[in-house]
């Protein structure tokens, strides 16, 4: 399978980390910057058509495309060991994201706020495509991310090493901002359609609610991880 990445920040991020073995542009494309980096590593530069370059990706490519190294998992051994030298590290536990564009805005937001790790399924979740990088503007690069069979397991490691456990759910009698999350935290964002599992929620230590004030009760996935993590950022630095 070919890995592609699209569009100029995607691509520039991925220059820079050395991922790139090949791109593709269009005779307008004239960004100085991800030229001069592509002369630079003396990249292999192939220059098409709009409508060749519209064929190769799905979405909007801004006239470059780079064919990459394939993305590497962490595996979660190696994050164990990260964050063992960690203090009051951050880990997501994604159950069963599905929407690709969520996914990449999650990156992101873990980036921003010092997450160190994100776990996922190896089944019925969305994986690290370039739909998701593109979304995730490179931040896929600093955040480790780990495929796992079970959860449940992965949870049940995380709790031997220290951390606690917290989910969301919009029954929760708790506000998330009554914690003080002066701890580890394992935090698990549920899927788009179906929340958290109830398997999940039972091995949960904390239960909480982000408290809403509109008439449509639910959140975008992405969104209410932006909101936890800077909630519990901002806890643990006080």
């Not at 001069?36 to 064929?55: A, Y």
């Amino acid at each position: 399978m070919i890995n592609l990445q699209y569009g100029r920040i995607p691509v520039l991020n991925a220059l820079k980390e050395n991922q790139v073995n090949e791109i593709f542009i269009s005779s307008s494309f004239n960004d100085r910057k991800i030229l001069e980096h592509v002369e630079k590593l003396n990249i292999k530069v192939t220059i098409l058509t709009k409508n060749e370059l519209d064929k190769m990706v799905k979405g909007n490519h801004q006239g470059i495309i780079a064919k990459v190294k394939p993305f590497e998992y962490t595996p979660f051994e190696t994050l164990q060991n990260i964050l063992k030298r960690q203090q009051k590290p951050i880990v997501l536990l994604l159950d069963e994201i599905q929407d690709p564009q969520n996914f990449g805005a999650i990156i992101r937001s873990a980036d921003a706020f010092g997450v160190t790790g994100i776990i996922i399924k190896k089944r019925n979740q969305v994986l690290v495509t370039p739909t998701v990088i593109k979304a995730a503007t490179g931040a896929q690069n600093y955040v480790k991310i780990c495929q796992v069979s079970n959860l449940r397991d992965a949870i049940d490691k995380l709790k031997k090493m220290g951390f606690w456990i917290v989910a969301t759910d919009a029954s929760a009698e708790q506000s998330t901002h009554q914690l003080d999350y002066n701890f580890p935290v394992g935090l698990i964002i549920g899927s788009e359609g179906f929340g958290i599992s109830s398997l999940l929620l039972k091995n949960a230590d904390y239960i909480v609610k982000i408290p809403m004030l509109g008439n449509v009760n639910s959140l975008n996935a992405s969104v209410a991880t932006g909101i936890l993590l800077y909630e519990i950022r901002t806890k643990q630095t006080k």
